[in-house]
T-cell receptor, first 117, second 108 residues
Framework: GAGVSQSPSNKVTEKGKDVELRCDPI?????LYWYRQSLGQGLEFLIY????????KSGLPSDRFSAERTGGSVSTLTIQRTQQEDSAVYLC???????????????FGPGTRLTVL | QKEVEQNSGPLSVPEGAIASLNCTYS??????FFWYRQYSGKSPELIMS????GDKEDGRFTAQLNKASQYVSLLIRDSQPSDSATYLC????????FGTGTSLTVIP
């Protein structure tokens, strides 16, 4: 595709429900990142996938958060038993390569705005 | 100490002036440096990449990198109201680190 796509664009859920957020990276990009951004705040790193390597989950805020990347492409971020503090914009980004080199630039999707009532 | 530090601003400049945005980083092994622009309610958009010391120009934008001093800056010449946004500095180290951003307002 032309860019990173995310779905849904908006999600309103009730406290305690589970939600799934989807990210389709740019075709051929090996690295995929999830971030969270609360209103007026910076980017909070959540999780990073690089090729077939084990993901870097160091940014996940609790065990209610999990993510998977199937076939090295599409990724799903799952939040179980949502809480009001989970309300934020969830951003996905992909890059051709990872690490230090040229090609590691991240390109962002439009985000999913999650509201937990 | 944060991996990437930026002045949060807000920075206000008049239309047509030069806006100067600065960023410092802590990891000496960092090799890739990026500037992103984020409009309110939108996702970050890559505007500049720089990998070696010196200046890199792209239209009205110039990125400057000084690895010895561990800073990277972004100059916006002939600033326009449409440049009003938050500018995020990003650096690769053991991870991809983002600063918290500098809010820029260009006053017509």
């Amino acid at each position: 595709g032309a860019g990173v796509s995310q779905s849904p664009s908006n999600k309103v859920t009730e406290k305690g429900k589970d939600v799934e957020l989807r990210c389709d990276p740019i075709s051929g990009h090996t690295a995929l990142y999830w971030y969270r951004q609360s209103l007026g705040q910076g980017l909070e790193f959540l999780i990073y996938f690089q090729g077939n390597s084990a993901p870097d989950k160091s940014g996940l805020p609790s065990d209610r958060f999990s993510a998977e990347r199937t076939g090295g492409s599409v990724s799903t971020l799952t939040i179980q038993r949502t809480q009001q503090e989970d309300s934020a914009v969830y951003l996905c980004a992909s890059s051709l390569l990872a690490g230090f080199s040229s090609g590691s630039e991240q390109f962002f999707g439009p985000g999913t705005r999650l509201t937990v009532l | 100490q944060k991996e990437v530090e930026q002045n949060s601003g807000p920075l206000s400049v008049p239309e047509g002036a030069i806006a100067s945005l600065n960023c410092t980083y802590s990891d000496r092994v960092s090799q890739s440096f990026f500037w992103y622009r984020q409009y309110s309610g939108k996702s970050p958009e890559l505007i500049m990449s720089i990998y070696s010391n010196g200046d890199k120009e792209d239209g009205r934008f110039t990125a400057q990198l000084n690895k010895a001093s561990q800073y990277v800056s972004l100059l916006i010449r002939d600033s326009q109201p449409s440049d009003s946004a938050t500018y995020l500095c990003a650096v690769t180290g053991n991870q991809f680190y983002f600063g918290t951003g500098t809010s820029l307002t260009v006053i017509p």
